[in-house]
């Protein structure tokens, strides 16, 4: 995650899908200082996890990170393909 703004932020997972199956169990959230980069470990839930993951689509909630107020509610959708 790149954290190009002069903002301390929060991100969380707002939504996904791995296989093109909905998601609910993904384990995600993070912070980044103003002008930082991080690298994370996003998980998901033993019971939703497929076998094999072909491809994977997250939208994310992005927060202040000293007052927690939403800065972007939900972002578009990313998908990833394997």
């Known amino acids: 995650m790149a954290n190009d703004t002069d903002k301390n932020i929060s991100v969380s997972v ?3 899908s791995v296989n093109g199956k909905e998601v609910n169990d993904f384990y995600y ?3 980044a ?3 930082k980069r991080s690298i994370d470990l996003l998980s998901i839930g033993e019971e939703e996890r497929p076998e094999k993951i072909e491809s994977l689509t997250l939208s994310f ?3 202040d990170w000293d ?3 939403p800065i972007v509610e939900k972002t578009e959708p990313a998908t990833v393909t394997f």
């Open 29 to 31: 959230g993070s912070d």
């Open 67 to 69: 007052s927690g107020d």
């Open 33 to 35: 200082f103003a002008g």
């Open 14 to 16: 707002a939504s996904g």
């Open 61 to 63: 909630s992005i927060y």
